[in-house]
């Protein structure tokens, strides 16, 4: 027997969640299948293990310069086990909450793997499921490694496993879960060795970004192995990993890690059986309605491919489910603009293009570039400064602001409200117009006059 809904959503992760609450909100009956645990990558092996173990390893940096203050501080020593277990603590708060949050709204819940049988029904353990609307939201997952000896390797979800704390970490990526995990373990006492196949990371974001970072790694002895590919991975009897790359060896490691991207979910859906299409790298396609090319299924975040990014999963997830379900028949997320922090020691966060964009988009003639290179007052006492670095770049006739760099302690709160104005439509002008707060690092992004250029070709 089968069993109906107006609703089914696959995938109980952030954006999942958020589309299934919203449409019980206006009044759909509906049923949520999560194949892991309730929450997804975000609330159990993303965001917020990530941030709080990032707050641990920010935690050192207050120690560091409590000396400069006039603290007699002592280094401090971290139980790397009490972490976890507080970390894990708080997560399971978290997995509770949204299981009371589903109770709440009359949510029906099931915990197995789905497969469609056709377009209007899902399968999950022997019992049939129909429905007038599906939404698929199974994000992504870490790209295993295959090179040989990829097995005595973690990836970003093995990280949150760790019960213990590595002395040597090899962190293989260049991307921005590399940059990430790299910063906090450095920031933990880890001898971190980063390993990429280009000059530089991040290479997707905009070049300030990738040249702050990688003078913050200089800076934090951060060891980079560039235009290196991992060949193969092997192990000595004392457990020691060693890395055999493109033109050398790095031996001696305790640990490795590959953060080599992420792959959509969909293998174990069966598509095939809905007619759900995919795209070359299998995510699914959507138009800006979240529709896929079966009318009544739609696709919500990572699985995508779009942008992934927690908040976006949640915001298109609630767009549609206001389409669909609340009379709001022109809902739909503008994908434009969208400010993303990468969370290293400091923080990078940028909203709107990036120049190499800019200048594809616009032309370098038709910009105006400005920057800015400055030491925190928060560093006012220390003999080794960590530098924060600003980009805004505008269109030159009308001033408009089209995209916003910022690698400083307080980027990621920043930028938040910068993308607001950024969203409006604010220019050049209005920035200027706007008296900052002093002293502070937010009030340079105010005060950018002197240090304009066009703009550079790309890079």
């Known amino acids: 027997m089968k069993q109906h809904y107006d609703l089914l959503v696959i995938g109980a992760g952030s954006g999942g969640l958020a589309a299934a609450q919203r449409a019980a909100e206006h009044g759909a009956t509906v049923v949520i299948i999560e194949m892991k645990t309730i929450g997804g990558t975000c609330v159990n092996v993303g965001c917020v293990p990530k941030k709080l173990t990032w707050y641990a390893g920010e935690t050192t940096s207050f120690f560091t310069h409590a000396k400069d203050y006039g603290f007699q501080a002592k280094s401090p020593v971290l139980s790397f086990k009490k972490l976890v277990e507080h970390r894990q603590h708080y997560l399971k708060h978290l997995n509770k909450k949204y299981h ?53 390797a973690i990836d970003s979800d093995g990280f ?77 009897a004392n457990k020691k990993l060693t890395l055999h790359c493109s033109t050398k060896k790095i031996t001696h490691m305790d640990s490795v890690l590959f953060a080599i991207g992420r792959h959509p979910c969909t293998q174990a859906l069966n598509l095939k059986a809905a007619g759900v299409k995919l795209n070359k790298d299998n995510y699914i396609p ?103 670095y600003i980009k805004l770049i505008t269109i030159k006739k009308s001033q408009k602001v089209i995209g916003c760099h910022f690698v400083d302690n307080h980027a990621d709160e920043i930028i938040q409200g910068f993308a607001v104005a950024i969203k409006m439509g604010a220019t050049k002008k209005d920035f200027d117009n706007t008296v900052g707060i002093h002293p502070t690092s937010a009030e340079e992004l105010l005060t950018l006059k002197n240090s304009s250029r066009q703009s550079k070709k790309p890079v």
């Not at 990526?173 to 590399?178: K, T």
């Not at 910063?183 to 971190?192: A, E, F, P, Q, T």
């Not at 980063?194 to 290479?203: C, E, N, Y």
């Not at 940028?350 to 105006?368: D, F, H, I, P, R």
């Open 100 to 152: 009371q949050r589903l109770q709440k709204d009359k949510i029906t819940y099931l915990q197995g793997d789905a497969s469609f049988i056709d377009p209007h029904t899902v399968k999950v353990a022997n019992q049939l499921y129909t429905a007038k609307h599906i939404i698929i939201a199974t994000g992504c997952s870490p790209n295993p490694p295959t090179v040989e000896g990829g097995e005595y």
């Open 286 to 388: 959507t138009d800006k309605w979240e529709n896929t090319n079966i009318p009544h299924i739609y696709a919500i975040g990572d699985v995508t491919g779009k942008k992934l990014q927690t908040p976006v999963a949640v915001a298109a997830g609630r767009k549609l489910s206001s389409r669909l379900f609340g009379g709001e028949k022109r809902a739909f997320l503008d994908y434009e603009n969208i400010p993303t922090t990468i969370f290293t020691h400091p923080p990078a966060a940028s909203v709107g293009l990036t120049e190499e964009q800019a200048v594809t988009k616009y032309g370098n003639q038709n910009l105006m570039v400005y920057e800015a290179k400055f030491a925190s007052l928060y560093y006012a006492f220390s003999k080794v400064k960590i530098f924060s």
């Open 160 to 236: 949150f496993a760790l019960k213990s704390l590595p002395k040597s970490m090899a962190i293989i990526g260049g991307g921005y879960i590399a940059m990430e995990f790299s910063s906090i373990l450095n920031k933990l006492g880890v001898d971190v060795h980063l390993v990429i196949r280009d000059d530089k990371p991040l290479k997707q974001f905009d070049s300030l970004i990738s040249t702050a970072l990688l003078d913050l790694i200089k800076l934090k002895k951060i060891n980079l192995h560039k235009h290196q590919d991992v060949k193969k991975i092997t192990r000595n």
